[in-house]
Nanobody, 122 residues
Framework: QVQLVESGGGLVQPGGSLRLSCAAF??????????MSWYRQAPGKERGLVAG????????NYAESVKGRFTISRDNAKKTVYLQMNSLKPEDTAVYYC?????????????WGQGTQVTVSS
């Protein structure tokens, strides 16, 4: 069974930091064949892309709103992708999800994981 399990969220004050993790289980084919991404969804808003990382970690991309504050990374041996979030702002409050996409077939899991809640508030 394919599972993407997000963790590491919590309540943090503005200006604080959090590190999110997403562990992949049961992906067809090896983890290093998947481009990994982080998305977030705030209440009343659509889910949007936060950051993406290539299969070997050599290429990353970010939403303009998080550039310079967030860093995506991956450990292929651990089948895990991370999102280091610094200088957090209240507008970063959302449920954060990860996603996997096979770079050859384009396959992605049908269902999203449970996500991890990030709340930035004083």
């Amino acid at each position: 069974q394919v599972q993407l399990v997000e963790s590491g969220g919590g309540l943090v004050q503005p200006g604080g930091s959090l590190r999110l993790s997403c562990a992949a289980f049961g992906l067809p084919s090896t983890f290093r064949m998947y481009r990994m991404s982080w998305y977030r969804q705030a209440p009343g808003k659509e889910r949007g892309l936060v950051a993406g990382i290539s299969t070997d970690g050599g290429s990353t991309n970010y939403a303009e709103s998080v550039k310079g504050r967030f860093t995506i990374s991956r450990d292929n041996a651990k089948k895990t992708v991370y999102l280091q979030m610094n200088s957090l702002k209240p507008e970063d409050t959302a449920v954060y999800y990860c996603n996997a996409r096979h770079v050859v077939t384009g396959w992605s899991p049908q269902d999203w994981g449970q996500g991890t809640q990030v709340t930035v508030s004083s």
